[in-house]
């Protein structure tokens, strides 16, 4: 059986150099659509300012008048001492090493240099780290059980500061199923905090979606009757935007599913400096990489040991919508007289009230409306009627926000 059995490690400057630095780095961390901050200095502070007002003065012919100093605002970024592990039969591992490098046409299978072997191993072992940390930046939570739980992510964060003053995070409820994504987009920018709307001029503007509304966005657009559309609809798009302003599909959908006290969809407009992931491998001890084969249990082992963390800075410049919250009915249909219902709700963190209300068939209330009970999801109460047709139930966010849905 071929197996690879030379040990890699990686610490202090090749760690760098060699293995972090070109992933958080380049186009790659540009289309993340955030601020990727490497190695900063410790304490990792995330800065932003704001520039002065009117500078301008009359002049004379001493003196000084000038004005304040320009506005700074900063943030400490929290860093989590995290550890990647991830471990491979010894047969599997070398086939997927062999197959990355069976895809280069320079290379001469024949005579593998020990450098393509480690370029090939480090690939592998870096795209399974990005895509980790990328996962966490958006979905972590740190009193969460399981995956995604190293560091608390921007959902966490922005959810957890949503409000209706200056100083918290703007954020409506939408529904997916009623709303076209061109009107969400809309409703973003005409519901953004002035100041954020002002940095426009500068291009540093971005909308960061969840997939469902991203492909929702793109159909719309391959639906307009000109050829340009047409065109696209067949060639594919390179990225999309709204009014100059790009949109990035943010790619969770596959752990948002895994991860249900989050709602299931959102969007944000926000500037692409107010957002930052940090990662240190040099401020603290321990960090490092290594790769090795263990001949007892016939397994290749990778190991990554550094820190990370993430937060954004300014709550007005961020304009935000979550949706997602559609209930699923798990009790038997309430009757004409009522009964017992139970609903399954995602996204249930941010949901402050469910209250279920019986409707007749013309449209009309029938009995009280009940406030629904729920844990980790699910809710339930008896209803009280002499016509229920349906049930309408009323989703109360925590931050004011309520949508409706019939059940």
Partial sequence: MAKIENPKNYSGRDLETIFFRPMLSGPDARALGIKVMYNTPVPTTLQFWKR????????????????????KYSKQIALSKVKAEAGYSAEDYFNM???????????????????ELEAAETALFKEAIAESIRATMWLGDTEREGALSTFDGFLKRLLADTGDTENDVRCTGFDPAGETAEKLLKRLWDEAPDVLRAFKPQGELVYLVTSDIYARYEEELDGVALEAAYLAKQNGREGLSFR??????????????????????????TDRRNLALAVNTADFPGTEVRMWYNPDQMENRQRAVFM??????????????????????????????????SVRIPG?????????????????????????????????????GTAIDRVRLTIELQNGASLEYTV
Wanted: aromatic share 8%; proline share 7%; hydrophobic share 40%.
């Fill in 52 to 71: 002065a007002g009117d500078i301008l003065q009359k002049y004379t012919a001493a003196g000084w008048k000038g004005g304040d100093a320009a506005t």
């Fill in 348 to 384: 249930y963190s941010f949901i402050g009230q469910v209250t279920a209300q019986g409707v007749k068939a013309d449209g009309k209330t029938d009995g009280e409306p009940v406030v629904l009970s729920g844990e980790k999801g699910t809710y339930g109460g008896t209803l009280a």
């Fill in 308 to 341: 990370a963390g993430c937060d954004y800075l300014l709550p007005e410049l961020v304009s935000m919508a979550a949706g997602g919250f559609d209930p699923e009915l798990v009790s038997e249909p309430v009757g004409a007289s009522g009964g017992t219902l």
């Fill in 97 to 115: 090493v062999y197959e990355l490098i069976t895809g280069r046409p320079d290379v001469n299978l024949d005579d593998l240099t020990g450098t």
């Fill in 244 to 269: 100059g302003i790009p949109v990035i599909d943010i790619q969770v959908a596959p752990y948002l599913r895994s991860c249900p006290e989050l709602p299931q969809s959102f969007a944000l407009l």
